[in-house]
């Protein structure tokens, strides 16, 4: 009998044959018979191992000697993704529209760039500002509608400024990048300002992002993001296990949170060539702390800076949050160690592709057009669309390609949490007694729609 069945690899975790060997923990089977392998194999071609939940079969297989064989099948690896079919069921699997073929590994970043249309480089003030000018008018119409929006539409009216809010920081972003204007004082400027709403503090977040660029994908290096590996999660509090679980699990969106003020804030995370242009970035977000903050309350008292500031800031995490882990993150794509990584890889096939309702990409500049800024960031945010037509022209089958759905939001949070060498992610309560409540919760409640 072959039980628990899951994936498309497996090892051997329990087994008795007529030669009397006994083992587990996934190690292999030693001189199994030509028989034997046949069995196991054809259990994999019948499909038990295919199965997106764990299943049970019986076979009337014949026994092998004088003992019936007893396996325990647990998936070990991914299946490799050159096999197209395997891609197309993990892409219905996960909620993805297309898991990319993977990138051979001739190919450099250069030359990649090097197929990138020359124009798709180019700065152009006129959309640099008019960019400017949707954010400021999507932002002010947003803050009217909450100003006049009974109390049940108030939701509608936060999330619509907490996504214009978010256009903010992709302005600032360019900013970072040096890919909004070609005077370097004007983005250092407009940068600064535009994360101030956000009490972001431009500098120390510009110093970090870079690194994230440089070391995309790069397990303990890529500062965007990266999953927890399972010795520091087993050493951890058990009030620290918790609010991992939580902040991985539900709270996932929201993460952004705990990154902006964890990394952004402690000069100590910063070398001492950077730490002037840090200091001055904090004093423009405390300056508006300490200023916008008591005009709001002043305005309109406590409540009001609740409906008018905080709300809108949440919605503009939850956009943060979102589009991090969508950008990086599925149970297909490895996080690699520095001695394996390739930027390539990371740049092409370790970013992801999303589309979201067209008023959330124009509201947010294309920000979730998300592989040809992984490429080069000195791509404008008003040239992504063209960069990305050349992109899937030239190497449109290693792409990673989705829509934002329930489904792809349910694969993120509930399976890709803790890093596994051979699976990329596990999620927490893999190989446990039992299963996490958290993370089962969310298993049962969150919708699996497309």
């Known amino acids: 009998m072959v039980t628990s069945c899951l994936g498309s690899t497996f090892s051997l975790q329990t087994y008795q044959s007529s030669n009397g060997f006994s083992f587990s923990g996934g190690r292999r089977v030693p001189r199994l018979s030509a028989k034997e392998v046949a069995f196991i194999w054809r259990c994999r071609e019948n499909s038990c191992l295919n199965a997106r939940i764990r299943v049970g079969i019986t076979t009337t297989q014949p026994r092998l000697g004088s003992k019936p064989i007893t396996a325990i099948a647990a998936p070990i690896a991914p299946a490799p993704l050159s096999d197209a079919k395997e891609r197309k069921r993990l892409a219905e699997e996960y909620g993805f529209t297309q898991i990319g073929e993977p990138l051979p590994s001739e190919i450099t970043l250069k030359n990649i760039i090097d197929s990138i249309p020359l124009e798709a480089f180019e700065i152009n003030g006129f959309k640099a500002w008019r960019n400017v000018a949707i954010s400021v008018v999507a932002y002010t119409a947003g803050l009217f509608m909450i100003a006049k929006s009974p109390w049940y539409l108030l939701p509608?009216?936060?999330?619509?400024?907490?996504?214009?809010?978010?256009?903010?920081?992709?302005?600032?972003?360019?900013?970072?990048?040096?890919?909004?204007?070609?005077?370097?004082?004007?983005?250092?400027?407009?940068?600064?300002?535009?994360?101030?709403?956000?009490?972001?503090?431009?500098?120390?977040?510009?110093?970090?992002?870079?690194?994230?660029?440089?070391?995309?994908?790069?397990?303990?290096?890529?500062?965007?993001?990266?999953?927890?590996?399972?010795?520091?999660?087993?050493?951890?509090?058990?009030?620290?296990?918790?609010?991992?679980?939580?902040?991985?699990?539900?709270?996932?969106?929201?993460?952004?949170?705990?990154?902006?003020?964890?990394?952004?804030?402690?000069?100590?995370?910063?070398?001492?060539?950077?730490?002037?242009?840090?200091?001055?970035?904090?004093?423009?977000?405390?300056?508006?702390?300490?200023?916008?903050?008591?005009?709001?309350?002043?305005?309109?008292?406590?409540?009001?800076?609740?409906?008018?500031?905080?709300?809108?800031?949440?919605?503009?995490?939850?956009?943060?949050?979102?589009f991090t882990m969508v950008h990086h993150t599925a149970p297909h794509i490895p996080f690699r160690n520095a001695d394996n990584w390739n930027s390539a890889e990371a740049q092409l096939s370790g970013t992801v592709h999303c589309d979201y309702p067209k008023w959330i990409e124009i509201l947010c500049h294309d920000i979730s057009v998300h592989i040809p800024h992984h490429i080069s960031q000195k791509i404008p945010s008003y040239n992504l669309r063209l960069a990305y037509d050349s992109l899937r022209k030239n190497w449109g089958k290693y792409l990673n390609e989705t829509k934002w759905s329930w489904r792809l939001m349910k694969t993120i949070m509930t399976k890709c949490h803790i890093y596994d060498e051979e699976e990329n992610y596990i999620a927490f309560d893999t190989n446990c007694a039992e299963e996490c409540k958290i993370i089962g919760t969310l298993r049962r409640v969150m919708p699996d729609t497309t």
């Open 156 to 322: 509608l009216s936060w999330a619509w400024t907490g996504t214009a809010i978010t256009g903010f920081f992709v302005i600032g972003h360019d900013c970072a990048h040096k890919s909004f204007s070609k005077n370097k004082v004007v983005e250092d400027i407009v940068g600064t300002i535009a994360f101030m709403p956000l009490i972001y503090p431009y500098e120390p977040w510009r110093f970090k992002h870079d690194r994230h660029h440089a070391k995309t994908n790069m397990l303990a290096e890529d500062t965007a993001w990266h999953p927890v590996v399972r010795e520091e999660y087993d050493s951890f509090p058990k009030i620290l296990r918790l609010a991992l679980r939580i902040s991985m699990g539900p709270l996932r969106p929201l993460a952004s949170i705990g990154h902006w003020l964890f990394w952004h804030f402690n000069l100590n995370n910063f070398r001492l060539s950077e730490r002037i242009r840090v200091k001055t970035s904090l004093a423009f977000v405390f300056a508006f702390i300490m200023v916008g903050w008591p005009l709001i309350i002043y305005k309109a008292g406590i409540a009001g800076w609740f409906r008018f500031w905080f709300m809108p800031w949440l919605g503009y995490h939850f956009w943060m949050g979102t």
